[in-house]
C-alpha cells in the first residue's frame, strides 16, 4: 500500500536532505583544505596535489561530473595551496611540469567564468 505523504511531511524531508547536504559540503571543503595545509606545512608534495588532487577534480569536468561542489574544491584548493605551488613551480627547470601548472590553473579558472 502506498502511503500520501502530507505537504507538512515533504518539506520536513527536504529540510532534512538540505541540512545532510549542506553538512557533507561542509566536511568535503574541511577535508581539502586539511590536505592544502598538509602541502603548506611540506608534508604532501607537489605532484601529489597537481596529479591526484587537481587534475581528479579536474578531470570530472571531462567525465561529465562537473558540479558546483568540484568547482569549490578546486577553489578551495587554489586559494589553500595556490601561492606555494605557484612558487614551486616558477622555480622548476621542468618545463612540462610548468605548463602542466599553467593549465590546470588555466582549466581552473575558465571554470570560474562559466
Known sequence: ATRNISDDEKTIELEELMYQRSKLK???LGNIR??????????LSSRIIMRQCIGNLLAK???GKLDEEVIECLAMLFS????KLEY????LDDEMRKQAFERSFSDFKVLGEN
Open 26 to 28: 561542509q566536511k568535503m
Open 34 to 43: 586539511f590536505i592544502g595545509e598538509l602541502f603548506n606545512v611540506g608534508m
Open 80 to 83: 589553500t595551496v595556490g601561492l
Open 61 to 63: 569536468r571531462d567525465e
Open 88 to 91: 614551486e613551480y616558477e622555480s
